[in-house]
């Protein structure tokens, strides 16, 4: 167990040699941070090996809170290195490409007519469409074919310049935290896969409540864990771990009751390991009420990560 500290001197050097392995030139700060959920500064570690890119493993700290179970990389780089890194690494060392391949887009938009259909019972027939984190914002396209005005947000210009350019979306070149969005404005809120790179999770899920109207939606896939545990490492990318107990808990912690929790694939068969929930808005929980949330169930959700990560590469017994 090991509580929040300042940064030692071999954390920032192994921080920098980080830093030029994934071809960041520029230093940043580092240091521990509170759990995403809880707010608790307890952490066990879990994994201490991460993949990234091109067959290599790097030694960057995944832990468990050992409060509410709650999985995340500590310590984190300040939100400048995000910013950065999402505008100009992150898919460039993913796909290596600025644009997306044709693949890349069909499959975003198969995924987009499958999540159509599997919430078509919890939708009106038309409605205001927000995909933070939308990439080229393929998965809007069957929304928007069925008169969904549909507005997508992404920190990587040439991803969301292709979608604007060749996709006729809306999709405006910004990071999660810093979005700038009407108040009580959408019916329906999705981020698919993105809420494990951002840096703030909290701010991210406020600013998304603020606009969403009430009794509006929000849906959230998480596939870093299990994806992870799919592929037999977890990668580097991915600041956070969500299962379907931790994203019920954000959202209710920000304002949603979750109304469908599943680990059936709802956006299809390409992503292996995700998993949803489907909140509906309306009041945050009150710190009581979040507190007492938190503690139950969280042995059960320790012992369940921990089984599924045990034969990771730096898995920690």
């Excluded at 521990?32 to 067959?55: R, S």
């Excluded at 507005?151 to 210009?157: I, K, M, S």
């Excluded at 949603?256 to 509906?280: A, F, H, K």
């Amino acid at each position: 167990m090991h509580q929040v500290s300042e940064t030692n001197e071999a954390q920032l050097d192994a921080a920098r040699d980080y830093l030029r392995a994934v071809g960041v030139e520029d230093d940043y700060a580092c240091a521990e941070q509170p759990c995403d959920v809880c707010g608790d500064t307890h952490f066990a570690a879990l994994v201490d090996e991460v993949e990234i890119g091109q067959g290599r493993r790097w030694k960057l700290p995944v832990v468990i809170c050992e409060t509410c179970g709650f999985v995340m990389q500590n310590p984190r780089f300040e939100p400048e290195f995000y910013d950065a890194y999402y505008r100009k690494h992150y898919r460039v060392n993913l796909f290596g490409a600025t644009e997306p391949e044709r693949a890349f887009i069909v499959d975003q938009l198969r995924r987009g007519e499958r999540l159509l259909q599997s919430l078509e019972s919890y939708l009106p027939a038309t409605g205001r469409l927000l995909d933070v984190g939308c990439s080229s914002g393929g998965l809007m396209v069957p929304f928007a074919k069925r008169g969904w005005e549909v507005l997508g947000t992404d920190p990587d210009a040439g991803y969301a310049e292709y979608g604007a350019r060749h996709l006729k979306l809306k999709i405006e070149t910004v990071g999660a935290e810093d979005m700038v969005l009407p108040e009580a404005h959408f019916d329906l809120v999705v981020i698919t896969g993105s809420l494990e790179h951002v840096h703030d999770v909290n701010r991210t899920l406020e600013l998304c409540r603020r606009a969403t109207r009430e009794g509006g939606l929000l849906f959230i896939e998480g596939r870093a864990l299990l994806g992870g545990v799919a592929a037999g490492t977890f990668s580097h990318t991915h600041r956070r771990y969500l299962t379907l107990r931790s994203i019920g808990l954000m959202m209710r912690k920000h304002g949603w009751e979750p109304i469908l929790s599943t680990d059936e694939l709802l956006t299809g068969p390409t992503r292996p390991g995700g998993v949803y929930v489907l909140g509906r808005a309306g009041e945050p929980m009150s710190a009581d009420a979040f507190a007492a949330a938190v503690r139950e169930g969280a042995a059960e959700e320790q012992a369940r990560v921990r089984a599924a990560v045990a034969n990771l590469p730096g898995a920690r017994r």
